[in-house]
Each structure stands twice: as structure tokens, then as C-alpha cells.
């Protein structure tokens, strides 16, 4: 049951340069789309959220894209920084569920 | 302001025994949500729950494992007669009510089942 991918299992990135960290989802039906940080050995942290009647959301540093036809999200992230190197995780909500459904996440490194 | 609180952080079980994970919501939440993180997958929703009552619990495997979120105390999760397919991270996470997709996860338990 693949129902949300990142195919990029990694990404590098230089500071100060923009991170785009994608994802792909199959169920039309989700209500809102999710990303989330994850460092080693931590719970993931809540970074920002996109209600699917929107198609871009932004909070500071952090921007993501939802493109419904397509099935497809973006989390951007500029100006990168150091800190900004861990997991990220996309994962829609709803679809008459009540869960999350996490891809398989997009390790980003962010090299000074 | 405290966060998610899941403890132990690191539990070790030998084939056979029982493990039991706890979770404190955050103030205010009344829903709890577990998941679990095998070794490089990503997090697989395993049981919501409300106090007292278990809203849906489509992820749980069917045997050995249980939850429950009682009226007073923390969430327990349950999983008896561990073997090693069980070794993985368990997170839980907990949202107010009304606001079901706001989940806040707690550091999570890591379980190794020797």
C-alpha cells in the first residue's frame, strides 16, 4: 500500500541555497497534507500543514506547494541552514481515515 | 508548556516477555495516536484512541498487541509475547479534539527484542 511516495531518498544542499523536497500521493480524498522533521533518535516535529482546498501555504523559511491534479506536494525551504539537516517526512491526513500516512522520507543535508 | 511524554525512551525484552509503553498526551489533547517506525521505513499508523474508548485500531496487528487510554493515567501500549519483528521505534503522538490532523509526537519508545 503505497499511497504516498518521496522518491528522493536524499538530498544535499548547499547553505543558503533552497531545499525542495517533493512527494507523491495517490488518495484524492486526503484533507490536509503535513511535513514533518525528524532528527536520530527524536519524534518527529510538526513544520507546516496545507489544506487541500489551498495550493500553497508559507511560514517563514518554509514554503509548500500542493498541485492536486497532479497528486503532488513540495516543501521549499529557503535560505537553507545547517541546522535544517535531518528527515523529512511528508504526510497527508484524512481520506475518511483518521490517520497520518507517511512516505518514506527525504534525508536533506544542508553542507555549510 | 510539556510536550508528548512516552516512557521508557529505550526498553530490552527477551523473546517471549511482555513489553508495555506508556504515553502522557499534551495538556489539553485528548486523542492519542501510536505509530511505529521499523528499521528504514517510515511511520505506519497502528490505533487512535480516545480516554476510554478505541476509535480505530486498523493498524494494530491482530494478535499479542493491545492499547488502551484509560480515564485517568496515561496511554498504555501493550505487546506480549515479544519477538524480534517487534525490534522498532513506537511513536505516539496526541491532538486536541476537533483538530484530529494536528498530531504532536512524543521522542518515542525504542524497543529491542533480543
Known amino acids: 500500500d503505497q499511497q504516498v511516495k518521496q522518491n528522493s531518498p536524499s538530498l544535499s544542499v548547499q547553505e543558503g541555497r533552497i531545499s525542495i523536497l517533493n512527494c507523491d500521493y495517490t488518495?484524492?480524498?486526503?484533507?490536509?497534507f503535513l511535513w514533518y522533521k525528524k532528527y536520530p533518535a527524536e519524534g518527529p516535529t510538526f513544520l507546516i500543514s496545507?489544506?487541500?482546498?489551498?495550493d500553497k501555504n508559507e511560514d517563514g523559511r518554509f514554503t509548500v506547494f500542493l498541485n492536486k491534479s497532479a497528486k503532488h506536494l513540495s516543501l521549499h525551504i529557503v535560505p537553507s541552514q545547517p541546522g535544517d539537516s535531518a528527515v523529512y517526512f511528508c504526510?497527508?491526513?484524512?481520506?475518511?481515515?483518521?490517520?497520518?500516512?507517511f512516505g518514506t522520507g527525504t534525508l536533506l543535508a544542508v553542507q555549510p | 508548556n510539556a510536550g508528548v511524554m512516552q516512557n521508557p525512551r529505550h526498553l530490552v525484552r527477551r523473546r517471549g516477555q511482555e513489553a508495555r509503553l506508556r504515553c502522557s498526551p499534551m495538556?489539553?489533547?485528548?486523542?492519542v495516536y501510536w505509530y511505529r517506525q521499523l528499521p528504514e521505513e517510515g511511520l505506519k499508523f497502528m490505533v487512535y484512541?480516545?480516554?476510554?474508548?478505541?476509535?480505530?485500531e486498523s493498524g494494530m496487528p491482530k494478535e499479542r498487541f493491545s492499547a488502551e487510554f484509560p480515564k485517568e493515567g496515561p496511554s498504555i501500549l501493550r505487546i506480549q509475547q515479544v519477538v524480534r519483528g517487534d525490534s522498532a521505534a513506537y511513536f505516539c503522538?496526541?491532538?486536541?479534539?476537533?483538530?484530529?490532523?494536528?498530531?504532536?509526537f512524543g521522542p518515542g519508545t525504542r524497543l529491542t527484542v533480543t
Open positions: 496545507i489544506s487541500s482546498i489551498k
Open positions: 484512541l480516545q480516554k476510554e474508548n478505541i476509535i480505530d
Open positions: 504526510a497527508p491526513y484524512g481520506g475518511a481515515t483518521n490517520k497520518l500516512i
Open positions: 488518495n484524492s480524498m486526503f484533507d490536509y
Open positions: 503522538a496526541s491532538s486536541p479534539a476537533g483538530l484530529a490532523y494536528e498530531q504532536y
Open positions: 495538556k489539553g489533547h485528548s486523542h
